[in-house]
């Protein structure tokens, strides 16, 4: 019963340097995010996905690139990492149009940019 | 643009008090509100959640409050235990929609 998995759960990069933040849910839900948490500013959404080959932009989009070839996976790609972009990064899904949906987060990704 | 007002940023309450974080609205097509419960090195989980067809929903110690003609609603933790202490995000979704719109969060701490 794994729900969402993240990987990995800490990275530290160099400015400049790019990544991918993995995802992946075994619930077959059509619908994936990325968030990132910073103090005091909540969950703000980055990207979001409402089934493969769907992708589109959230509040924060700038420097991060989503695609979604499987319903299964969502990964996160930093193109050039910046300072300002040290955060946690949580990866959820969940199922749209249902009357009570709940989004299933996954444990997180604590990213340091130096 | 904030979607979601939620107040206070943190909170201190004494074991077996009661916690209570404010939460407000802007958009009317809302129609589902949902708390969340975050743990440190965890992600948030789904603690108890409403529809604005009732005024109070409750669940052990968990009770939210809704006023829908003020666009506000609330979450009270009764007898209130260091366990409880953790980050609590309101949200507002539609039914139908993809997103859910979450608040800034609120870090309660229960000193024992």
């Known amino acids: 019963n794994a729900g969402v998995t993240q990987t990995p759960k800490f990275q530290v990069l160099k400015t400049g340097q790019s990544m991918t933040l993995q995802c992946a849910q075994d619930?077959?839900?059509?619908?994936m995010s990325w968030y990132r948490q910073d103090p005091g500013m909540g969950l703000r959404l980055i990207h979001y996905s409402v089934g493969a080959g769907i992708t589109d932009q959230g509040e924060v989009p700038n420097g991060y690139n989503v695609s979604r070839s499987t319903t299964e996976d969502f990964p996160l790609r930093l193109l050039s990492a910046a300072p300002s972009q040290t955060s946690v990064y949580f990866c959820a899904s969940s199922t749209p149009g249902e009357v009570n949906t709940e989004a299933f987060f996954g444990q997180g990704t604590r990213l340091t940019v130096v | 643009q904030q979607q979601v007002k939620q107040s206070p940023q943190s909170l201190i309450v004494q074991k077996g008090g009661i916690s209570i974080i404010n939460c407000a609205y802007e958009?009317?097509?809302?129609?589902?509100f949902p708390w969340y419960q975050q743990f440190p090195g965890k992600g948030p989980a789904l603690l108890i959640a409403?529809?604005?067809?009732?005024s109070e929903k409750k669940e052990g110690r968990f009770t939210i409050s809704f006023n829908k003609s003020a666009k506000q609603f609330s979450l009270h933790i009764m007898d209130s235990q260091p366990g409880d202490s953790a980050t609590y995000f309101c949200a507002a979704h539609f039914t139908g929609g993809f997103k859910t719109i979450f608040g800034a969060g609120t870090r309660l701490f229960v000193k024992a």
């Open positions: 958009n009317t097509a809302f129609d589902y």
């Open positions: 409403i529809r604005p067809d009732v």
């Open positions: 619930m077959n839900h059509e619908y």
